[in-house]
């Protein structure tokens, strides 16, 4: 008998421009250790959020840490705009 195995796939958090936007926008008017707790409770949820939809838990955390970087490049590229 021949078990079939699954992979889910979600559309990957970066490419979401709303929650990026919201999230970069949140942390900008946030500093130091309140910044940090808000991306901290933020990732765990979008963590939990995407084991919840059948996310591997390796590639959960390689959506999160993705979003994260495309995050700061936000906040970076609004930065040098002005």
């Known amino acids: 008998m021949d078990l079939v195995s699954s992979t889910v796939k979600a559309f990957p958090l970066y490419r979401r421009q709303k929650l990026l936007s919201d999230i970069a926008s949140e942390l900008q008017s946030r500093q ?4 940090s707790r808000y991306w901290r409770e933020t990732a765990k949820g979008l ?3 995407l084991n919840d ?8 955390q390689d959506e999160v840490r993705t979003l994260l970087y495309a995050v ?5 590229s609004k930065a040098a705009t002005g």
Do not use: R
């Open 47 to 49: 963590l939990q959020l």
């Open 32 to 35: 130091g250790e309140e910044a």
């Open 53 to 60: 939809q059948g996310v591997d838990p390796l590639a959960a």
């Open 72 to 76: 700061l490049a936000e906040i970076e």
